[in-house]
């Protein structure tokens, strides 16, 4: 049964900038005296912070607490987590759990990235031996192979990834946040035209590295009507799954560990799929939006192109999806990237997103898609509901 | 669809592999031209990548077992772009093999006609150098 007795009660999202100069630090500074504001709180509520690895500060190993000195937080809970994109999403369900277990009150989910200044990543293990030597293009490579495959079983239809790329687009032409560079429309034939980078995942199916931070301020809902918030957002149902198929040597690369958190969410929540108001999937490349929607159960496997055929997915439309651009077309801030996609959630369900604001605003389903494994598809998968408090 | 033949854009370019200790036997066979694998003998499933365990039962008996080197394409890609280190090579294949012992491999195909090369395309072992070490990749059967 879904539970309310947790709340969001504040965030904040930094402007998404290509080479921002900007130290991480920095950056999630300005998100958590943004996230602060929002909700109408002292800093001294804070007791617990969970935050999102990142690839400027990824030689840190303590990182957490050093975030926490740089921004004055004396903590009873700290955690630091590396489920890439999907950090964000999981550091809310991780705040809830401590949160329950009695270890801290009110907790910053922060997440702050500036890749695109500084990418200090060292990944090693069997990429060091099995993959570099074979020069695969980083995640495009894989999501190439993964699309290659896709197409193999079921066909896939470019048009359709094309109408995803325009409609995200569209949203970040609306979203003062959005990277500057990337707010120019463009159609479904600029899609089709853009260059391959490694056939079929083309320049507009992929993120463009930026920097950015998002905070949000999670609490108990007795608390924050104490502490007198106007807004809450409860998140209701969550479901993760690292690593899928592991112990499967010749698994199917379509399917996907989302086919597992996807229902998991939904259960907890007691909705199914035709309950959900909003989508705010996290989107490196336009083929993870098609098979996010197959392994959560909206259409059948092999249907999702047909499923984006049939769906208006903008914010005026039966089912909007990343109204503030996706990070597709808002700019990808690095490890934090995922956080965009929870914030416009966030920020649509309290009804502040302005002239993109969606008419249905009672529930949204967030998700996160981290690390790309040998061979397969993405390692870890997060679905979040969160629900508008009435 | 134009062909192309497509060598080896990569030759010359290729890093080292950064090797761990418990993959030792895996380079040892490379120096000898043979494709290593791990053998579960309970579970009677082979694994690649090398793994500390066996992933089926987390246990630590295995035997490292050579493989035939003949496989099909389960997934490939033609990339334009490769990531440092390596300098603006021509378009290249990146390719998921199947082996006939049921595991997957990632690599690249070489001597290969792009007109010729689909999914469940046959393929056979082949060695380059990756550095000064013998590295894995797959040529059309």
Known sequence: MAQRDIAIIGYSETPIVLRSGRSQYDLAGEAMAGALKHAGIDKSEIDGMAVS??????????????????????????????????????????????????????????????????????????????????????????????????????????????????????????????????????????????????????????????????AFIVTTTERAKKLGAKKMVHPIGYGERVNYLETDPTPDITDGGHSVAGPKALKQAGMEVKDIQMLQPYDDFLIALVLQMEHMGFCKKGQGCAYVNEHDFSHTGDLPLNTGGGQISAGQAGLAGGAHNLAEAVRQLFGEAGERQVKRRENALVTGIGWIPYGRNWGSSTALILEAAQ | MSTTMIEDPLAGQRPKPIQLNFTKPFWEGAKEKKFLLQYDPKAKKYQFYPRPVSVYTGEREMEWREASGKGTVYSYTLSYKAPPPFKDPKPYIVATIELEEKVRVLTNIINCDTAKLKIGMPVKLAWVKAGDTDYPVFEPA
């Not at chain 1, 896939?156 to 995803?164: I, N, R």
């Open chain 1, 53 to 214: 690895s990142c690839f400027s500060d990824a030689g840190n190993p303590f990182y957490g607490p050093i975030l926490s000195a740089y921004l004055g937080l004396e903590l009873n809970w700290c955690q630091v987590t590396d489920l890439g994109g999907a950090s964000a999403s999981g550091n809310v369900a991780r705040a809830v759990a401590a949160i329950r277990a009695g270890l801290c009150e009110t907790v910053l989910v922060v997440a702050a990235d500036s890749q695109s200044s500084e990418n200090k990543q060292s990944i090693g293990a069997f990429r060091g031996e099995f993959q570099y030597p074979m020069g695969i293009m980083g995640p495009p490579g894989y999501f190439a192979l993964i699309s290659q495959r896709y197409d193999h079983q079921y066909g896939l239809d470019a048009k359709a990834l094309g109408k995803l790329a325009v409609t995200q687009r569209n949203h970040a032409l609306m979203n003062p946040l959005a990277c500057e560079k990337l707010k120019k429309p463009i159609t479904v034939d600029d899609y089709l035209k853009s260059p391959m980078i490694s056939d079929p995942i083309r320049m507009l199916d992929c993120v463009m590295v930026c920097d950015g931070a998002s």
